[in-house]
C-alpha cells in the first residue's frame, strides 16, 4: 500500500480504535477484575459461567434460536430474491421496497406491532379460528416460535439483498445453456443457479445470523420474561444484579460464541463454486 493510500486509511482506522477496540479492551478489562474499579485481576467471573450450566443453556439457546431464525429467512428470502432477480426493474423496485420496509420503521412500533398481531385476539389467531384450523386461540406470543417469527420477518432484507446482489451479477447465458442442454426450469435453479448464489447465500446467513442473536428489544418484547436469551441475561447481570464484571464476562463469551459461528459461515465460502484463494 502506498504512502498517499495510507494516508486516506487513517481516519477510518482513528475511528475503528477509538469507538471499537478501546472499548472492547474496557470490555475484556472489566470482565477480569475484582470489581467495577478494576483494581485486581481475576478469572472468578470465567469460571463462574463455565460451571453453572443454567449459563450454558441460554448460550445455547440464543444460538439455536439465531440459527432458527436464519433458516427461516433463507427459506422465504431466497425465493424472494430469485423473483426479484428475474422480474422487471420496476416490479424489482417494488419487491425491494416491501422487502427493506421493516428496517424502515422504528424497531420499537414494529415489535409492538407484532405484539398486537400475535395476541390472542390478534390478526393470526382471527384468522386461524375463522378458518377453523384451531377451536381455541394458538399460544403465539411470549414462545420462541414467535420470537423467530418476528426475528425472521425483521431480518428478512439482511438475506434477501446479499443473495439478490449476487444472482443479478450471475451471467444469464448459463442458465440459456442449461434450458438449451434439457434442463428444466427447477433443474437450472438447482444445479446452476443455486450453487452460483452460494456466496451471497452466505454472506446474508451472517448477517442474519448475527443480528438475530443480539436482537435485545425483539427477543426481551416478543420473548417475555419466560424466555432469557444472552442479550436479556447480559442486561439483567448488569443493570439488575449490579454485577458490572460478570455481565462482561458472560458479554465476552457470547461474543466469541457469535464470532465462531460466523467463522464457520464464512469457511464454507471456500466450498463454493468460482472461490478464489486469497
Given at each position: 500500500?502506498q ?5 486516506l ?10 469507538f471499537f477496540v ?7 478489562a ?47 428470502g ?13 416490479w ?10 421493516p428496517?424502515?420503521?422504528?424497531v420499537?412500533?414494529r ?8 395476541g ?7 384468522i386461524a ?5 384451531t377451536s ?20 428478512m432484507?439482511?438475506?434477501v439483498l446479499?443473495?439478490l446482489?449476487?444472482m443479478?451479477k450471475l451471467d444469464?447465458?448459463l442458465?440459456?445453456?442449461s ?12 444445479r ?8 451471497g447465500?452466505?454472506?446474508?446467513a451472517i ?19 419466560r424466555?432469557?436469551y ?6 439483567q ?9 460478570f455481565a462482561?464476562?458472560?458479554s465476552v463469551t457470547?461474543m ?9 459461515l464464512?469457511?464454507?465460502t ?9
Amino acid at each position: 500500500m502506498q504512502g498517499r493510500d495510507l494516508r486516506l486509511v487513517l481516519p477510518l482506522a482513528a475511528l475503528f480504535a477509538v469507538f471499537f477496540v478501546a472499548p472492547l479492551c474496557v470490555l475484556v478489562a472489566l470482565s477480569l477484575s475484582t470489581g467495577a474499579g478494576l483494581h485486581g485481576w481475576t478469572l472468578a467471573h470465567y469460571i463462574k459461567f463455565f460451571t453453572d450450566p443454567f449459563n450454558y443453556s441460554i448460550l445455547w439457546s440464543t444460538i439455536l434460536l439465531g440459527v432458527k431464525a436464519t433458516l427461516l429467512c433463507l427459506v422465504f428470502g431466497y425465493p424472494i430474491a430469485w423473483i426479484a432477480s428475474r422480474a422487471s426493474a420496476r416490479w424489482q423496485a417494488v419487491l425491494l421496497f416491501l422487502v427493506i420496509l421493516p428496517i424502515m420503521t422504528s424497531v420499537v412500533v414494529r415489535t409492538f406491532s407484532w405484539i398486537v398481531i400475535l395476541g390472542r385476539q390478534g390478526l393470526l389467531n382471527q384468522i386461524a379460528l375463522g378458518l377453523n384450523l384451531t377451536s381455541e386461540p394458538l399460544r403465539l406470543l411470549f414462545t420462541e416460535p414467535g420470537v423467530v417469527m418476528v426475528l425472521a420477518q425483521v431480518q428478512m432484507p439482511l438475506m434477501v439483498l446479499p443473495i439478490l446482489t449476487v444472482m443479478s451479477k450471475l451471467d444469464p447465458n448459463l442458465a440459456d445453456a442449461s434450458r438449451a442442454l434439457g434442463a428444466g426450469e427447477w433443474r437450472t435453479l438447482w444445479r446452476v443457479t443455486l450453487p452460483l448464489s452460494l456466496p451471497g447465500v452466505i454472506a446474508g446467513a451472517i448477517l442474519t445470523y448475527s443480528a438475530s442473536v443480539t436482537a435485545f428489544v425483539t427477543q426481551t418484547l416478543i420473548g417475555g420474561a419466560r424466555l432469557v436469551y444472552m442479550p436479556l441475561h447480559i442486561y439483567q447481570q448488569a443493570i439488575g444484579a449490579n454485577n458490572w464484571p460478570f455481565a462482561a464476562a458472560i458479554s465476552v463469551t457470547f461474543m466469541f460464541a457469535v464470532l465462531a459461528v460466523v467463522a464457520l459461515l464464512d469457511m464454507l465460502t471456500r466450498f463454493a463454486p468460482g472461490y478464489v484463494k486469497p
